[in-house]
């Protein structure tokens, strides 16, 4: 064990490439997803109602599915910085036109199209990740690499509530696609694996087999997650409760303390030893949302919510693609974030339903459903 630590810290993670796309992925992911808890609202000034607002979410994800195995396959094959950039160009091009959409019918078209520069552009970025990072420390990479992500899933929201809140939803929408601006310039520089440095790709197929386990789990996890992003803002809201984004910067300071640790615990330990913490976590923390009557109580589920999904995220990602080939590599992220978008899009819609005729309280209670199915299922398969 001593000799396994030691291995851990030999091959140097924070190289220039790993710099460069972690900042990267940090300004796409804040750029996207301070949208989210925007939308919603959005839609509902158009004209929209609560079942509209969960499909703005969820057509968004129809569009990034049909995008992510295409574009594992093209990073595998033609290489990962024309996909990458490609991806985020029509990402920015998406963000910008929001500012000029007249209802919500044209909001869901948009929304469409915006999925297949985000389907392209995460893969890839996730992708890139993972080829310069060395093996023996891809649970602490991405751990690391997965807390820009997950920041961005964290600070986005807050910062996008609060723009909306002082100012108006063009000023959302300008810095989100600003962000994304800024980094395709940082992303220029990286040092890309070239189709030829590569395996020959083989014809497995466009799904990654090794990955299939780690999407299933996300996928149900994520159901939930999509349940506080779409409608936390406005279920706080009906409870009379001010300020709650600082709920996601709550969030995001646990995930700043959560991903590294459970990042090297599964380097050292095994996938496990973050998985099913990470569990217990993030269904105590919706259990103290269905009851919270109060910004504190709603902060409190914000931190552990925060531990599980850190410790969670970066331990099936790493499952995902620890052994893979480089050519397989695209394939296993497109996987896994296949299910990952999966997760939050059928729950938006599903949660935005359920809404509509239940209120928004009992979204908390039945959402856990999910996170229960999603232990099963990975508890089935370690003990196979």
Not at 61 to 76: E, K, N, Y
Not at 292 to 311: D, E, R
Request: a positive charge; hydrophobic letters at 50%.
């Amino acid at each position: 064990m001593e000799r396994d630590a030691g291995l851990l810290h030999k091959e140097p993670l924070w190289t220039r490439d790993f710099i460069l796309i972690s900042i990267s992925s940090l300004l796409i992911f804040t750029g996207f997803q301070m949208l989210l808890p925007v939308l919603p609202i959005f839609s509902i000034e158009l004209g929209g109602s609560d079942v509209l607002a969960g499909m703005v979410m969820g057509i968004f994800t129809v569009s990034a599915v049909i995008m992510r195995p295409i574009a594992g396959r093209l990073l595998d094959r033609k290489g990962r910085k024309g996909i990458f950039l490609i991806g985020l160009i029509v990402t920015v091009i998406s963000v910008f036109a929001h500012n000029w959409v007249p209802t919500v019918f044209i909001l869901l078209i948009l929304r469409f199209i915006h999925g297949f520069g985000w389907g392209a552009s995460s893969t890839a970025s996730s992708t890139v990740a993972s080829d310069v990072i060395p093996k023996s420390r891809l649970g602490e990479g991405m751990g690391f690499f997965g807390l820009t992500g997950t920041l961005g899933m964290a600070m986005g929201p807050a910062f996008g509530l609060w723009l909306l809140k002082d100012y108006d939803f063009s000023t959302v929408f300008y810095i989100s696609a600003g962000m994304v601006l800024v980094s395709i310039i940082i992303a220029l520089p990286i040092k890309y694996v070239k189709p030829e440095q590569a395996l020959e790709p083989d014809k497995k197929g466009i799904i990654e087999k090794t990955a299939l386990l780690p999407a299933i789990v996300i996928f149900f996890i994520t159901m939930n997650y999509g349940s506080i992003l779409s409608f936390i803002a406005l279920y706080a809201n009906q409870k009379e409760v001010e300020n709650i984004g600082l709920y996601f910067m709550v969030y995001a300071a646990a995930l700043l303390v959560s991903r590294p640790y459970f990042g090297r615990l599964t380097d050292r330990k095994g996938p496990s030893f973050a998985v099913y913490p990470g569990i217990i976590c993030v269904t105590l923390s919706v259990v103290l949302i269905y009851y919270a009557n109060s910004l504190t109580a709603f902060l409190i589920a914000g931190f552990i919510y925060g531990i599980g999904f850190g410790a969670i995220q970066p331990a099936l990602l790493a499952m995902s693609v620890r052994n893979v080939s480089y050519s397989r590599r695209g394939a296993a992220n497109a996987t896994f974030y296949l299910g990952f978008d999966l997760g939050i899009g059928a729950g938006s819609v599903i949660w935005g339903i359920i809404a509509e005729y239940f209120g928004y309280q009992i979204i908390y209670l039945i959402s856990i459903i999910p996170i229960i199915v999603g232990a099963l299922v990975y508890i089935r398969s370690r003990n196979k």
